[in-house]
């Protein structure tokens, strides 16, 4: 079974603060994903990375960067958090043309 | 037009109702199909993959229809636990993927 750690379930910070989400993967997936989840604007992708230290921008970058050193790692970085970035926040792994997508726990940001 | 539609719901049905669920997809050259479950304030989980000759799984039946772009999501003998959102979701080439925006679904006893 694929195994996508979230470091936190839930968070919460001050607007202005740098704010660090970390996903970290045990099944070598090349592929790993960002995505926030607001109610009534499903899921949509903020960045995604298809192997160590390269990434692709998704539909609602700004605001957001991110890292890869490692493969099995990939970080969502708020550079400066605002109010609106308030939201469910999942990170998900995928392996090839095929295969479903697998998702974390997600973590639940609160901006104050 | 949306890439991937549903239905949102909610669908309230009682217990051991039979319910189907639809999803339309626009882009024709999609390769593959999930159907995944997300229960309140939790993360997607996947259900099953949607396979083209269609595919079963205990009381879930999957159907693919290519030509018509849709999808359908069928549950026989609903059960409580069955309450939870249902995603549509289609990966058209490379790392995209789409979601739909979910049905949801009640059991009720």
């Known amino acids: 079974d694929v195994k996508v750690t979230q470091s936190s379930r839930y968070l919460v910070k001050r607007t202005g603060e740098k704010v660090f989400l970390e996903c970290v993967q045990d099944m070598d997936h090349e592929n790993m994903f960002w995505y926030r989840q607001d109610p009534g604007l499903g899921l949509r992708l903020i960045y995604f990375?298809?192997?160590?230290?390269?990434?692709e921008k998704g539909d609602i970058p700004e605001g957001y960067s991110v890292s890869r050193e490692k493969k099995e790692r990939f970080s969502l970085i708020l550079e400066s958090a605002s109010t609106n970035q308030t939201s469910m926040y999942l990170c998900?792994?995928?392996?090839?043309?095929?295969?479903?997508?697998?998702f974390g726990d997600g973590t639940r940001l609160s901006i104050l | 037009r949306k890439e991937v539609e549903q239905d949102p719901g909610p669908f309230n049905v009682p217990e051991g109702a039979t319910v189907a669920f639809n999803c339309t997809y626009s882009?024709?050259?999609?390769?593959?199909f999930f159907w995944y479950r997300q229960d309140c304030r939790k993360e997607p989980k996947l259900l099953m993959s949607?396979?083209?000759s269609g595919n079963e799984d205990g009381r879930f039946t999957a159907q693919l229809n290519r030509a018509s772009q849709y999808i359908s999501l069928l549950i026989r003998d609903s059960k409580l636990s069955d309450s939870a959102t249902y995603l549509c979701v289609v990966n058209n080439y490379g790392q995209n993927f789409v979601f739909g925006p979910g049905t949801r679904l009640s059991v009720l006893p």
């Open positions: 998900a792994t995928w392996d090839r043309v095929g295969q479903p997508q697998h």
């Open positions: 882009n024709s050259a999609s390769q593959s």
């Open positions: 949607v396979y083209s």
């Open positions: 990375s298809y192997d160590v230290k390269m990434k």
